[in-house]
């Protein structure tokens, strides 16, 4: 038996865990810069807000319904994350961390001793409640999408109060019955527009379906969906996944900006972004992508950018950062009001497979690096950094609405007075 453990608008919920006094009210978060709404909240979401919709079109009807607004605090949002995935894992042999605040479980050993699935998906909600005060909805199927359709049905179809058991061929049917297409675990609305072409409208139409047929009309994540509806498991969460064969940081600023020292201490941030998740990954880089651009609504549109070629496959973030001084007079201009700004390592190799150059000595200081990553795991993300990606704070996203970081930032912890 597989469940999933997902939390309910989790960004919205995590705003009311450390402040009570909004629990009961109507609650959003917009993304960075305070551009779109994000997570709307159950009671937020009785007013019709569109997700993803622009701010500045909702903003009068935020207003007027008196909705609490908050920027992304992706600080607590993390720290909140951690301590509800340790929390679940407690509860089977097997956890698979799909996301944020999105968790698979695997039950082999505790099958023959869980009796009531229902019940022990409730225990699990309500330890969850109160050791993190957030609200989550648990699906238990024989596969990870069944696991998936119940979440669904456990959070969002009547009749189901936080929990959902696919365990017998009249609940499957009932639930899959009452399901869109583009409800269904790797479905999605653009393939489920072709799907309703072919009559296919709900979860239940698309597990009738051949499997082979699928295959041969679209992919094989398809096949596996629909073998996967019908209780026969494709997905093995034991199967390495594989490395990212590249990857970028980019980001639009807060606000405009036309200082040189601005644009190059956002391109050392992006820059020590992407060597950190090299080391994760334990890859290098041949090439880093580097691009600076004004919005493109300007009246004069500016988009510069330049991949440099490193001597020696790197991972080193100074290395990586005094690319970027190399080539930064030839991607900034004066009088040019920068948006957006990005760093990409492109063609990645593994460390394991690295080529030393004879005649070429690598300058990178694998000891310093791991000393720097050590400190940052240990201490907390940023607590050593270069120097170069201090020296202005101009280029940071606007979050006019932030709340405080109640666990990671020492001024921001709650305080409690007794009488």
Not at 314 to 323: F, R, Y
Not at 363 to 383: E, F, H, S, V
Request: with cysteine; hydrophobic share 35%; proline share 4%.
């Amino acid at each position: 038996m597989y469940a999933l453990v997902d939390a309910v608008s989790f960004y919205a919920s995590a705003e009311k865990v450390f402040d009570p006094a909004i629990r009961s009210k109507p609650v959003v978060v917009l993304t960075n810069n305070d551009g779109c709404v994000c997570a709307i909240c159950p009671i937020a979401r009785r007013l019709n807000i569109p997700k993803f919709g622009p701010y500045f079109k909702v903003k009068h009807l935020l207003e007027q319904n008196n909705v609490v607004i908050r920027s992304s605090n992706y600080e607590l949002y993390a720290d909140l994350s951690d301590k509800m995935m340790n929390i679940i894992a407690r509860f089977c042999d097997t956890q698979h961390i799909y996301s944020i605040d999105e968790s698979f479980l695997h039950f082999n050993g505790y099958t023959s001793l869980i009796k009531d699935w229902h019940e022990y998906g409730h225990t699990i909600r309500r330890t969850v409640w109160r050791e993190t005060k957030l609200p989550v909805g648990v699906g238990f199927g024989p596969t990870p999408t069944l696991a998936k359709a119940a979440n669904h049905a456990a959070k969002k179809l009547s009749g189901f109060n936080g929990v959902a058991v696919i365990n017998s061929e009249q609940t499957r049917q009932a639930i899959l019955q009452r399901m869109s297409c583009e409800d269904v675990w790797g479905i999605g609305r653009r393939l489920a527009k072709k799907l309703k072409i072919m009559n296919i409208h709900t979860a239940w139409d698309l597990a009738q379906q051949n499997p082979r047929a699928m295959r041969r009309a679209f992919s094989v994540v398809v096949e596996r969906t629909v073998s996967e509806l019908n209780g026969i498991t494709c997905l093995n969460w034991d199967d390495v996944r594989q490395d990212k064969r590249e990857i970028y940081s980019t980001r639009s600023f807060g606000e405009r900006i036309c200082e040189p020292t601005a644009l190059k201490t956002a391109l050392i941030n992006h820059v020590t972004t992407v060597a950190n998740k090299l080391r994760a990954q334990r890859s290098l880089t041949h090439q880093l992508y580097i691009f600076a651009a004004s919005g493109a609504h300007e009246n004069k549109y500016y988009k510069k950018s330049f991949v440099y070629k490193f001597p020696s496959p790197t991972n080193d973030t100074c290395v990586m950062a005094n690319a970027v001084s190399e080539v930064f007079n030839k991607i900034y201009q004066p009088d040019i009001r920068f948006y957006k700004c990005g760093v990409g390592a492109v063609e990645l190799i593994s460390e394991q497979f690295q080529q030393n150059d004879l005649f070429n000595k690598s300058p990178d200081n694998p000891k310093l690096m791991q000393c720097l990553d050590t400190i940052n795991n240990r201490y907390g993300k940023g607590m050593l950094s270069l120097a170069s990606s201090k020296l202005n704070d101009r280029w940071h996203m606007n979050r006019d609405f932030l709340s405080p970081q109640y666990t990671t930032r020492w001024r921001d912890i709650p305080k409690i007075y007794c009488e």
